[in-house]
C-alpha cells in the first residue's frame, strides 16, 4: 500500500519554462511534506519542506503548493535550467512518528537546453 | 569533507554470504537511518538509531542487523544474503528524531547478489 505516490515517471520541460512536479497522498495523517533532489550515483538532498498549516512554501525559485483536501501537492521550479535535471522525490510525515518519512517513487526531471 | 558517507560504494557478491556496510556522518546529528531503495526506486526506510539507541525497526528479515557503536555511526550487517537482497542502500542522518524532519542522505551502497 503505496502511501505515497508519484505518477509521473518522467518530465520533460524547455530551459526556462516551468517544471511542475506533482505527489499525491492516501494517508491524512501525514502533516509534513519534503521535496528531494536526487542525481545519480549520489543521495538525496533536501530542497523544499511544507508543514500542512501551510499551503504554500517559495524558496528561490521553488514553490511548493499543498492542497490538504484533495492530498496533493506540487513542486514548482522556475525557471527551470538544465542543472535541474535529477530525480525528485516527495516524501511525508506525521510530526508524531518522529522521522518517519514516506517516499514516493520519484519523477525524472530532464530539462531541455 | 563529505557530511554522511559510507563504505563501500558498490558491492558484489554470492547467496549466502555475509557482509557489512558502513556508515558515518561528521554533522553531529543524534539520528541514523538505513533506507533500502529496491528496484522499483522506492526508498523505503529499514532502521533508525537515535544516540545509538534503535528509535525505528520496520518489517526487516533479522538478517539485517544494524549496529550503532557511537552516534557518529551506523554500520549494516546482513547475513545469509539473498538474490532479493540486491538493491541501493542509504544511510542518513538528522538532529534529531522529532526537531527536523530534513534527513542528509549518504552516496549508497549498491548491493548485487548472484
Known amino acids: 500500500d503505496q502511501q505515497v505516490k508519484q505518477n509521473s515517471p518522467s518530465l520533460s520541460v524547455q530551459e526556462g519554462r516551468i517544471s511542475i512536479l506533482n505527489c499525491d497522498y492516501t494517508n491524512s495523517m501525514f502533516d509534513y511534506f519534503l521535496w528531494y533532489k536526487k542525481y545519480p550515483a549520489e543521495g538525496p538532498t533536501f530542497l523544499i519542506s511544507i508543514s500542512s498549516i501551510k499551503d504554500k512554501n517559495e524558496d528561490g525559485r521553488f514553490t511548493v503548493f499543498l492542497n490538504k483536501s484533495a492530498k496533493h501537492l506540487s513542486l514548482h521550479i522556475v525557471p527551470s535550467q538544465p542543472g535541474d535535471s535529477a530525480v525528485y522525490f516527495c516524501?511525508?510525515?506525521?510530526?508524531?512518528?518522529?522521522?518517519?518519512?514516506?517516499f514516493g517513487e520519484g519523477t525524472q526531471l530532464t530539462v531541455n537546453p | 569533507d563529505t557530511a554522511v558517507s559510507q563504505t563501500p560504494k558498490y558491492l558484489v557478491t554470492q547467496m549466502g554470504n555475509d557482509k557489512s556496510i558502513k556508515c558515518e556522518q561528521n554533522?553531529?546529528?543524534?539520528?541514523m537511518y538505513w533506507y533500502k531503495q529496491d528496484s522499483k526506486k522506492f526508498l523505503k526506510i529499514m532502521f533508525s538509531y537515535n544516540n545509538k539507541e534503535l528509535i525505528i525497526n520496520e518489517t526487516v528479515p533479522n538478517r539485517f542487523s544494524p549496529k550503532s557503536p557511537d552516534k557518529a555511526h551506523l554500520n549494516l550487517h546482513i547475513n545469509s544474503l539473498e538474490l532479493g537482497d540486491s538493491a541501493v542502500y542509504f544511510c542518513?542522518?538528522?538532529?534529531?528524531?522529532?526537531?527536523?524532519?530534513?534527513?542528509?542522505f549518504g552516496p549508497g551502497t549498491r548491493l548485487t547478489v548472484t
Open positions: 516524501a511525508a510525515t506525521k510530526q508524531t512518528s518522529g522521522s518517519r518519512l514516506t
Open positions: 554533522l553531529g546529528h543524534d539520528t
Open positions: 542518513a542522518s538528522s538532529q534529531a528524531p522529532t526537531s527536523s524532519y530534513e534527513q542528509y
